[in-house]
């Protein structure tokens, strides 16, 4: 079955550590995304990427860096100069030609502070 | 930048109730999503409108842009214990999401 595998589901940074999420997706979608959800707010956009080799930020993008190699991937890296990382992350894609907004999801990974 | 409020914040009903969910903009809204997530997973999408006026149903759950008040509602007719989530409405414009409505249905 097409999906979107997002790992590890849990993940624990130490202070002054990268840490780096990752997502796959094999649906074969153009566009994917990087949000952002804390506890009782809505998803706010982190990075985003229309095609491989090529991603703009998002409202949130400070402290946080990606890339986008090949098409069915996009890894998300947590850096240092991220001080409140302490949030669920969830990945997307979106089919080409149907909105702006993503239609499919993985089932995020929830980042602690050790 | 475009602001999506939600109302209500949370809502309790007993099952076979009927119930709405309002998402209201502060802009004109062009294409309005409408999400369902379940604690600590993904978010499922259940529709697109796109036009003023646009009605589209899943299953029991229907929802409808009133262009003119710049709100999208979600109405869910006899409602279940399976519809309990979280629901978020996110918009075309500036790419942004609202904060969801917790939707809790008691057996």
């Known amino acids: 079955d097409g999906g979107i595998t997002q790992s590890p589901k849990y993940l624990f940074r130490k202070e002054g550590q990268n840490v780096t999420l990752s997502c796959e997706q094999n649906?074969?979608?153009?566009?994917m995304y990087w949000y952002r959800q804390d506890p009782g707010q809505g998803l706010r956009l982190i990075y985003y990427?229309?095609?491989?080799?090529?991603?703009q930020k998002g409202d949130i993008a400070e402290g946080y860096s990606v890339s986008r190699e090949k098409k069915e991937s996009f890894p998300l890296t947590v850096t240092s100069a991220q001080k409140n990382p302490t949030a669920f992350y969830l990945c997307?894609?979106?089919?080409?030609?149907?909105?702006?907004?993503?239609?499919?999801f993985g089932d995020g990974t929830r980042l602690s502070i050790l | 930048s475009q602001e999506l409020e939600q109302s209500p914040q949370s809502l309790i009903v007993q099952e076979g109730k009927n119930l709405t969910i309002n998402c209201t903009s502060s802009k004109t809204l062009y294409g309005l999503y409408w999400y369902k997530q379940k604690y600590g997973e993904g978010l499922i999408f259940l529709m697109m409108l796109q036009k003023g006026g646009e009605e589209k149903s899943h299953e029991k759950i229907t929802a409808k842009l009133d262009e003119k008040k710049q709100q999208s509602s979600l109405h869910i007719t006899a409602s279940q214990p399976s519809h309990a989530g979280i629901y978020l409405c996110g918009a075309d414009a500036d790419m942004r999401f609202g904060a969801g409505t917790r939707l809790t249905v008691k057996p």
């Open positions: 649906l074969n979608h153009d566009a």
């Open positions: 990427s229309q095609i491989v080799n090529d991603f």
């Open positions: 997307a894609s979106s089919i080409p030609g149907t909105g702006v907004l993503p239609q499919h």
